[in-house]
């Protein structure tokens, strides 16, 4: 057997391994790569030189800082202005998040615009008595669309405009993708605004993700700590300054809990010692509040009545209700209300058996809860799994809930020097990524642990192990022999059906197979098929680029379209319905606008 039927027979094994669906997909990928090095068609380093090919290390810093974005609160805050601004208009509605998604989606990939916004739109159609089957389907297509914007929208785009830039096409620019990609948005937008009620289902699925933007105040209820709230000055002759926080306990002094202390600007207390000017939080009877005071020399404030959400729950400090797990090292420990954890970070809030409070007396047992407050690095630094059960992870209530949280003006900074570098082409796509994802580390935004955790290794591994299958075809001709057949089909007076012909041939295979693993396979195909009818690759590889966008009609054929399946109660045949008619849109973008902004 040659080289060339060789590399068709891999090409068409993995294709098959990709339906069958039964192999994880890095392991499918994997054999791909070994099979060419196997088979003699590569040596060891050209079949695993896609590993350190400088995309595969743009597209890793690119979920770095989509991640994040996340983290601090970004996406939660472009959600709630989204929510504010939509009011009770279906179109304006639509028209907002998918505008948004779209460009989202073009600064930090569609999985990471996806994952960002999917909680959010999953509460705005909740709280807009509209169901989630009809926002979230067009919530993905819209982050299909909108990553065609930028060049940091999507893996495709990132592989195109580098064979675009080696086979002399003079590769693409970061903003040079806007001039299909707002079109696709809008396009798209439009279609759902006039069709989508008729072409999507009227779902709601039996699993959606709680809605935790009031997670703090429906604790405090639930643990009745709002009434009898004191506020307790530190006066400069107080015995308790520069007494340390883990020592301040309030468990002798019976009808009194210690909520909080803050510091004298109203910020959660993050010193180790109390100073003066410092508030104390209480709760209990007015007369042990005030008989506190007296004995510590406290000034009850003269500010109104505390707000407990906020003194609670704010950008430094939060809430964490927790449950004692068999087997947990906390049975039979005493915890009460108002105690200070060892390490001085967290405060005991209440304590509950079976929804009633806990006798202060009595040890811990096995389905307790506790309700903790402390700073959230405290929160995530101290409770430990092996320990504890966390109702609500605290990290995706403050991601929720508080929006624009600590470090978004960092986050927002980095973001604004990645996009100017990129425009600008002062460094390569790959050191501003690397940059980027490096400053989210140094800045504190995420730890070492966060960042490996950001990346998305599947795609990694997919994009390193499948770039050798696109140099095999190259090398052994069996690009020039499709691509001649190709042009043989078509006559090589038409590129326009060249491109009609490789769209449908991207966008076939999008469908079942991953849309990186489809672009890694017709590149080089488009590449030869170019040369040989004497035209630009630029036009081509962008109406490939465009088609493996272009993934609309299955739920596998992209991470994004699953997804949405389970929280949007989608069924198979449900996305060509929609998917069709954005397909056929793009199909009209690649065929006819490409070769107007990209002359052959």
Sequence with gaps: MSDIWTVFAIVGVIVVLFIWDRLPVIAVCMIAALSLWATGILT???????????????????????????????????GQILIRQAGDSRPRLIVLMMGVAGLLSGLISVNGAVASLLPVVIVMAIRLGQPPSQLL????FAAHAGSQ??????????????????????????????????P?????ILIVVLFGRWLLPSRTSATLPPDLSRHAMTLIEQYRLASDVHQLRVREESPLVGVPRQEFDLSGRDGLTLVTLKEADGRSARRDAIRPGDVVVVRGQAEAAAALAGDFRLSFSEEDAPDLERTLFNRQ???????????????????????????????????????EDLDPSLPLAVGDTLLLQGTWAALEKRLKPAEVLMVNS??????????????????????????????TGLVPPAIAGVLAAGAVLLSGIQSVDQVYRAINWTTVILMGAMMPLSTAMQQTGAADLLATGLVDMIGESSPHLLLVGLFVLSAVMGQ????????????????????QMGVSPQPILMAVCLASAAAFLTPVATPTNLMVMDPGAYRFGDYWKLGLPLMIWFFLIAVFLVPVLWSF
């Design 394 to 423: 605290p990290d995706l209530v403050r991601r929720q809930a508080l929006p624009m949280g600590p470090g978004a003006r960092n986050m927002l900074a980095i973001l604004g020097a990645m996009v100017v570098l990129l425009a």
């Design 317 to 355: 400090s939060g809430l964490a209700e927790i449950q004692i797990p068999p087997r947990s090292k906390l049975v039979g420990e005493r915890f009460f209300p108002g105690m200070v954890t060892r390490g001085g970070d967290l405060i005991v809030l209440a304590v509950q058996r079976h929804g």
């Design 44 to 78: 060891l380093n050209q079949s695993m030189a896609g590993f350190g090919d400088p995309a595969i290390i743009f597209v890793a810093s690119l979920f770095v800082v989509s991640a994040g974005l996340e983290a601090t609160g970004v996406t939660a805050w472009a």
């Design 184 to 188: 696709l948005i809008a396009g798209s």
């Design 512 to 531: 079942i197979i991953s849309n990186t693993a489809t672009a890694l396979i017709v590149i080089p195909i488009a590449v030869v098929a170019a040369a």
């Design 137 to 140: 389907m067009p919530l993905v």
């Design 149 to 182: 914007i930028l060049l940091t929208g999507s893996p495709v785009n990132v592989l195109v405009s580098e064979a675009s830039l080696d086979a002399g096409g003079g590769g693409f620019g970061y903003l040079e993708f806007a001039l299909v990609g707002f």
